[in-house]
T-cell receptor, first 114, second 116 residues
């Protein structure tokens, strides 16, 4: 079965410093992986996705993630945090190759201090 | 990108009543939509897969008689919470995907349900 583990429930950074949100996955096949962001009381917005193309994926708002099969990781990074990045971030894996069902990680709340 | 509209965004209802939440794909056809529930400060839990023209597929532990799903057209799925109780209070989110598979899922803005 597919699953994702977000290693940190809460990350705090200062504005202008790098962001690292960690995600490990478990999958019996080559997975599709996603990062979504959720601002308070809002829906979810896709930041980026990996679907077996380039292992370094660039997303919106300066975020990127690297798929590392040997480490079963898909960590999300950003070189310089902005106040507007404060939100909840979800690492997501598709259930199987031929369905659209998604499994969400438990989420990481990112706080950005001035 | 594609737009999924969810209505209402907030609803308060009395215990024992039923509430209907709509999920519409505005600019694409979605043969499959998904309904999620999000508890406070928790992740999203998949409740059911809504299939156009057929019965929904419910995840283990989700009561199908309590959470009625209807997918009457290629652009509309509805979730009806029947005989609502305070423990049904939650944030409900729908999603739909265009084709091909495993591309981006587009999410509605969510519905905050409060049962009093």
């Amino acid at each position: 079965a597919q699953s994702v583990t977000q290693l940190d429930s809460h990350v705090s950074v200062s504005e202008g410093t790098p962001v690292l949100l960690r995600c490990n996955y478990s999958s019996s096949y080559s997975p599709s992986l996603f990062w979504y962001v959720q601002h308070p009381n809002k829906g979810l917005q896709l930041l980026l996705k990996y679907t077996s193309a380039a292992t370094l994926v660039k997303g919106i708002n300066g975020f990127e993630a690297e798929f590392k099969k040997s480490e079963t990781s898909f960590h999300l990074t950003k070189p310089s945090a902005h106040m507007s990045d404060a939100a909840e971030y979800f690492c997501v894996v598709s259930v199987s190759y031929n369905t659209d069902k998604l499994i969400f990680g438990t989420g990481t709340r990112l706080q950005v201090f001035p | 990108g594609a737009v999924v509209s969810q209505h209402p965004s907030r609803v308060i209802c009395k215990s024992g009543t039923s509430v209907k939440i709509e999920c519409r794909s505005l600019d694409f056809q979605a043969t499959t939509m998904f309904w999620y529930r999000q508890f406070p400060k928790k992740s999203l839990m998949l409740m059911a897969t809504s299939n156009e023209g057929s019965k929904a597929t419910y995840e283990q532990g989700v009561e199908k008689d309590k959470f009625l799903i209807n997918h009457a057209s290629l652009t509309l799925s509805t979730l009806t919470v029947t005989s609502a109780h305070p423990e049904d209070s939650s944030f409900y989110i729908c999603s739909a995907q265009t084709r091909p598979r495993n591309t981006e899922a587009f999410f509605g803005q969510g519905t905050r349900l409060t049962v009093v």
